[in-house]
């Protein structure tokens, strides 16, 4: 799923460790929880195009895409939406990628005493297939599809791809503005896509924000 493709994206491949913040990771994984219940059809935007809401409540065999579906009990804006998929979210993908054997999950205790969690990789391929094909991406080296594009927009909205793959900043930066912009998608993904980036943008904004207020207080 989405959500799993984009936090192995988020870890990396050598020594497991994470390479964003835990806000970024949080955002844009409930950003592509989001898309992947618009992609399964269970989710669409109302008529008037500014509400999500829940237009087939059949239950989903994943549990935890059904549990997130279960979130959005009425229609909301897509960053509403966004901020309720948020809760438990990466803990939520992490159990599904140690179910599926491409890792696991260690709790440890840093100098005996302050809780630490760490991520033994397990599947190396799994995460090397997938930063193979993103970054040629993001590297201009192929077109993007609707998986890809995806990806990249979702990590182009937390500000992340220089961060997670090597190269030039300001190439990859220009590239994923024209790829967030492109028509690697149907008109009803892609609707939604600007729409999670925007909500995902605006709460990164208001998280500095209120950063910035607190240290400066």
């Known amino acids: 799923m989405l959500p799993e493709d984009l ?82 979210v990466r803990d939520n993908v992490m159990a599904q990628l140690e179910g599926r054997g491409v890792l696991s999950v260690e709790k440890t205790r840093m100098l005996g005493i302050f809780p630490t969690t760490s991520y033994v990789i397990q599947d190396r391929k799994a995460i090397s297939d997938i930063r193979d094909a993103v970054g040629n991406v993001a590297l201009g080296h192929r077109a993007p599809d609707e998986r890809t594009g995806a990806l990249i927009s979702l990590l182009y909205a937390v500000k992340a791809l220089h961060k997670v793959f090597d190269g030039d900043r300001r190439e990859m930066n220009a590239r994923a503005e024209e790829i967030a912009a492109g028509n690697w998608a149907g008109a009803a993904v892609k609707k939604s896509m600007e729409a999670v980036q925007g909500a995902i943008i605006a709460m990164m904004v208001a998280s500095t924000v209120a950063a910035t207020s607190v240290s400066s207080s």
């Not at 497991?16 to 929880?33: E, Q, W």
């Not at 935890?64 to 979130?71: K, P």
């Open 7 to 88: 936090m192995l994206l988020f870890i990396d491949e050598e020594d497991g460790r994470v390479l964003m913040d835990s806000t970024s990771i949080h955002n844009a994984l409930a950003g592509a929880v989001l898309l992947e219940l618009v992609n399964a059809g269970r989710v669409d935007f109302e008529p008037d195009g500014k509400r999500l809401a829940v237009v087939d409540p059949t239950p989903l065999p994943n549990e935890f895409l059904q549990e997130s579906l279960t979130r959005l009990d009425k229609p909301m804006k897509p960053q509403r939406a966004v901020e309720r998929l948020r809760t438990h």
